[in-house]
């Protein structure tokens, strides 16, 4: 079983910047990918930015630029950093952990609240 944790959401100005990790552990060997999707009131879950073993990053188009996702392959750490935030990145950050061969394994998410 894999357990994801999220941190370091919080309530930041617009034009502030904000870095989220996600540690994950439990039964896992190795991780094939690590990622970040986000889901604001009254929307549907969407991608942010996921990263593989191979450290091949994926992002959602019109967040590239701004978030950059990273990690620390050795402590199964993912972090995403987030610059120049607007209100409208207001969500729910979920976390998902990919072991080879095996489902994604989801935190509980972390707030992202960004006030004009």
């Known amino acids: 079983q894999v357990q994801v944790v999220e941190s370091g959401g919080g309530l930041v100005q617009a034009g502030g910047s904000l870095r989220l990790s996600c540690a994950a552990s439990g039964s896992i060997f190795n991780l094939s990918a690590m990622g970040w999707y986000r889901q604001a009131p009254g929307k549907q879950r969407e991608l942010v930015a996921t990263?593989?073993?191979?450290?091949?990053?994926n992002y959602a188009g019109s967040l590239k630029g701004r978030f950059t996702i990273s990690r620390d392959k050795a402590r199964n750490t993912v972090y995403l950093q987030m610059n120049g935030l607007k209100p409208e990145d207001t969500a729910v950050y979920y976390c998902?952990?990919?072991?080879w061969g095996l489902g994604r394994s989801w935190g509980q998410g972390t707030q992202v609240t960004v006030s004009s």
């Open positions: 990263i593989t073993s191979g450290g091949t990053t």
């Open positions: 998902f952990a990919e072991p």
